[in-house]
C-alpha cells in the first residue's frame, strides 16, 4: 500500500542515525538526542523519546501563538502488560499510492510484556494536523478498564483530588491548566432510522471523570486561548468493534482515549489495527473546524475527474428492480443525457441473482451470493450490458452498479467478491459500484471488508471507485473508509411521505460543520410524485418548492437524482440549465472548506454555506419559508474585508455586488421571494 523511496530505520542498537532530518516537502521528522520532532510547515510536535516510551511534550502552531504543553505522563498504556523495550523505529519518505497522498511517517514498535504495540505517526504536507495508526500484537489482550467508583457523601474528606488518567488507553493528555472547554459531537448513521445526525456536548470539566461518546473531542484553553481537536476515525459509537461504551474520559486532568477496535483474543503474529486518532492545532474554535477540513481532504486523493458527479439512480421512485431492463435504461439514458447527468447507477436488479428486495417472490439473495449472482440477468438485459455502456458513452455519462458483498461468515469469501468486481471492471469499463447491506459485527467482518475495498482498487489501479451506503447497518460511519469513496447518505420517499428537502438541507448543514459535505452523495427527488400523500398544508411538502431549489440543496454535497428520469413532467426539463451551470463550477465550488452559515434550517430560516478558498470562494444561500426578504448572515471572512460577489445562478436582483463585512464579520444578502436560493463567486478585495 505505500511506496518508501527513503527508509531511516534505528534499531536499539542505532538510535543516533535518526539524529538526520528526513523530509518531504514541508514535512520533517527527526531524533535528536532524548527528543523526537515531527513538524510541517502548519505544526510542531515534540515528544520525549524516553527509550521509546514516548511522552507527548508540546504541540504548537508555526504560524501563531497557538501553542500547547501537557503534563508529563504516558499518552499510551496497556493495562497489565508494562512498557520493556523499543524494538523498532523508523522514519519514511511514503509517496502517495491509490489510498494516501505524498506524507512523512514516523514508524515505533514496542513490546508489553507478551504484547507488541506499533504506532505510525502520519503528517502531511501544510496540514495542522498529526495522526497515529495504532495496532497490537497479541494473543489475549487484558483490556484494564476497571473504573474507580466514588460518589460524594458531602463530607470534605471525600472530597478528593481529580483522579489521574486510567492506566489503559491508546491515547492520553494531561492539562497543565484547570480552565477548559470541552465539546464531543456524536454523528448517527443508519439514515434510514435517524434523522438527526450530530450531536454536540459542551462542559467545563471538573474534578470528576466524564465519559463522552462521539468521533470528535475539541478542547479550547480559555487561558491561553489556544484550541486543539481529537478525531477518533472509527465507525460511530453504535458501530464500533470490542466499544468499552465510550470514547473521550475528560476531567480538570486532561483526556483520555480508552481503547477500542481490538477484540480480546488476538490473532498470533499478524497485526490488529485500531482506530486512527488524528490531533489539530488552532487558535479557535473556527479555526480547528478549517484545519479539520483541510485534513481530512488532504489525507486522502481527492481527484475531481473521479469523484464530481451529479449521479442519477434507478431506485429512489420505489420501482425496486421492476423496471429494470435494457429498454428502460436505454430511455432513462436519453432523459439523463437531455438534464446533464453526468453518471448514471443501475441499483439492484441489474444482476441474474434477485436479492431479498426484489419485486419478484423467487428474490431471497442477501447475505450470500455467488459469482454467477452477479452476471448480467439474461432476462432484462438479454445483450448483457454491451447496449447500455455503448449508449452511455456515446452520451458522455459514466455508469454504476449496485453491488452487495457476501456478508456471511464474517466476509469469508471477500476475494472472490472482489475478483467480481475487478472482472467487472475490465469487461466493461463500470468504475463505479454502489455498496449496499454491509454489517461489520465482528473484528473479522471489518478486516475481511476492509481486504476486500483494498484489493479491488489496487487491481484497476484505482480506477473503482465505491458508493458506501450509509442508510442502515453496523457500518464503517463517516470516517472509517474515506480512501474508497463517497458517502451515500440517506434514502428518503415520497411514497412513504417521508421526503422533506428541508430536513434534507438540515442534516447536510449539520454534518458539514465537521466533515466535507462534498463526500456525501445528497439526494433531491421527484417532487411531482405522490403529492397526494402529504397533508394539503403541509407547508414543507416538497411540491411546496421549485425543483432548482431541490437541486441546489444537494449541490453542497454531489447531487443524486434519486428518481427515474423517464417519470418526470415535462417541466423538470427546467432543471438542466441549473445543473449545467453547477457542473461549470463544482469542481471549484468543491475545492474550498465548505462550512455552514446562518441559522440551522427549519424551514423558516435564512441558512447557507460558504466555501473558502485562499482568495475568495462561494456562497450558496437559502431562504427558505422566512417573512424576511434580507438577512445579515455572520461568515467566515474577516471583519471590514471588503468583497465582490458575482451571481453563478439562482435569485437576487444584483448579478454583481461589492459589500463590506460588518465588525462582527456579517454579510448582508437578499433574496425577494421565499423558498429560494442564490450562489454567489466571491473574492476579496485588497
Not at 477548559?180 to 450530530?198: E, G, P, R, S, Y
Not at 471488508?449 to 463517516?478: C, H, I, M, S
Not at 445562478?649 to 448582508?668: N, Y
Amino acid at each position: 500500500m505505500k511506496i518508501v523511496l527513503l527508509s531511516v530505520v534505528c534499531t536499539l542498537i542505532g538510535l543516533n542515525l535518526c539524529n538526520a532530518k528526513t523530509r518531504l516537502k514541508d514535512c520533517e521528522a527527526y531524533l535528536e538526542n532524548d527528543t523526537l520532532v515531527i513538524r510541517n510547515s502548519q505544526v510542531e510536535q515534540k515528544w520525549l523519546w524516553n527509550k521509546g516510551n514516548i511522552q507527548l511534550l508540546s504541540y504548537k502552531s508555526e504560524h501563531s501563538s497557538s501553542a500547547l504543553s501537557w503534563k508529563k505522563g504516558n499518552p499510551f498504556a496497556l493495562g497489565g502488560s508494562g512498557f520493556t523495550k523499543n524494538v523498532a523505529f523508523e522514519i519514511d519518505r511514503n509517496r502517495g499510492d491509490i489510498f494516501l497522498p505524498d506524507h512523512l511517517a514516523v514508524y515505533i514498535e514496542n513490546q508489553h510484556g507478551n504484547v507488541f504495540s506499533k504506532r505510525i505517526l502520519r503528517i502531511f504536507p501544510d496540514v495542522a494536523t498529526i495522526s497515529c495508526d495504532y495496532y497490537l500484537k497479541y494473543e489475549h489482550l487484558k483490556t484494564g478498564f476497571e473504573e474507580e467508583q466514588h460518589k460524594a457523601d458531602g463530607t470534605e474528606k471525600h472530597q478528593k483530588k481529580h483522579k489521574k488518567l486510567q492506566k489503559s488507553h491508546a491515547f492520553a493528555v494531561g492539562f497543565d491548566s484547570k480552565h477548559w472547554q470541552i465539546k464531543t459531537v456524536n454523528f448517527k448513521d443508519a439514515t434510514d432510522i435517524h434523522d438527526n445526525l450530530v450531536y454536540e456536548t459542551t462542559s467545563i470539566p471538573y474534578r470528576s471523570s466524564e465519559k463522552r461518546q462521539g468521533n470528535l473531542l475539541i478542547g479550547e484553553d480559555l487561558v491561553k486561548q489556544s484550541c486543539f481537536f481529537l478525531l477518533k476515525e472509527a465507525p460511530n459509537t453504535a458501530s464500533q468493534i470490542a466499544y468499552p461504551g465510550f470514547d473521550f474520559e475528560v476531567s480538570q486532568g486532561g483526556v483520555r482515549v480508552p481503547f477500542s477496535g481490538f477484540p480480546l483474543q488476538g490473532r498470533g503474529d499478524e497485526w490488529i489495527k485500531g482506530y486512527t486518532i488524528t490531533m489539530g492545532l488552532a487558535e479557535n474554535q473556527a479555526g480547528c473546524l478549517l484545519a479539520l477540513r483541510q485534513y481530512l481532504k488532504a489525507s486522502i486523493n481527492y481527484d475531481p475527474k473521479q469523484y464530481e458527479m451529479v449521479m442519477m439512480n434507478t431506485w429512489g421512485d420505489r420501482g425496486q428492480d421492476g423496471k429494470i431492463s435494457e429498454a428502460f435504461i436505454l430511455r432513462e439514458l436519453e432523459e439523463a443525457e437531455a438534464l446533464g447527468i453526468s453518471h448514471f447507477q443501475i441499483d439492484d436488479g441489474w444482476q441474474q441473482g434477485l436479492s431479498a428486495n426484489s419485486v419478484h417472490r423467487s428474490g431471497r439473495l442477501w447475505d450470500a451470493w455467488t459469482p454467477e449472482n452477479w452476471m448480467p440477468n439474461k432476462e432484462r438485459f438479454p445483450n448483457g450490458l454491451t447496449k447500455v455502456i455503448k449508449s452511455a458513452k456515446k452520451k458522455g455519462i459514466r455508469l454504476g452498479l449496485w453491488f452487495h458483498p457476501s456478508n456471511e461468515n464474517d466476509y469469508a469469501t471477500w476475494e472472490t467478491d472482489a475478483e467480481i468486481l475487478i472482472n467487472l471492471n475490465k469487461e466493461t469499463g463500470i468504475d463505479y459500484f454502489k455498496i449496499d447491506g454491509v454489517e461489520i459485527p465482528t473484528k473479522e467482518a471489518a478486516i475481511n471488508l476492509e481486504r476486500f475495498f483494498e484489493k479491488v482498487k489496487e487491481e484497476t489501479n484505482g480506477n473503482v471507485f465505491f458508493n458506501l451506503d450509509l442508510t442502515a447497518g453496523t457500518r464503517g460511519g463517516y470516517f472509517s473508509y474515506r480512501p474508497y469513496g463517497n458517502l451515500f447518505l440517506e434514502n428518503r420517499y415520497t411514497d412513504w411521505a417521508n421526503y422533506y428537502p428541508f430536513r434534507t438541507l438540515r442534516n447536510v448543514w449539520s454534518l458539514a460543520r465537521y466533515f466535507p459535505p462534498e463526500l456525501l452523495q445528497v439526494e433531491f427527488l421527484n417532487k411531482w410524485r405522490n403529492a397526494g400523500k402529504y397533508p394539503a398544508d403541509d407547508l414543507f411538502a416538497p411540491d411546496n418548492y421549485d425543483f432548482n431549489y431541490l437541486f441546489a440543496i444537494a449541490m453542497v454535497g454531489q447531487p443524486l437524482a434519486w428518481f427515474e428520469a423517464t417519470g418526470l413532467p415535462a417541466e423538470a426539463g427546467s432543471v438542466a440549465e441549473t445543473i449545467s451551470k453547477y457542473r461549470e463550477v463544482q469542481a471549484d465550488f468543491h475545492s474550498g472548506s465548505i462550512l455552514p452559515i446562518g441559522d440551522e434550517p427549519s424551514g423558516r430560516s435564512w441558512t447557507g454555506f460558504q466555501s473558502i478558498t485562499e482568495d475568495g470562494g462561494y456562497f450558496l444561500i437559502f431562504r427558505e419559508n422566512s417573512s424576511r426578504s434580507a438577512a445579515e448572515l455572520q461568515t467566515y471572512l474577516p471583519a471590514e474585508q471588503q468583497v465582490s460577489l458575482h451571481k453563478i445562478m439562482g435569485g437576487g436582483s444584483e448579478e454583481e455586488l461589492t459589500l463590506k463585512v460588518s465588525s462582527d464579520q456579517r454579510l448582508h444578502f437578499e433574496l425577494p421571494a421565499e423558498n429560494s436560493f442564490v450562489l454567489y463567486r466571491y473574492t476579496k478585495e485588497n
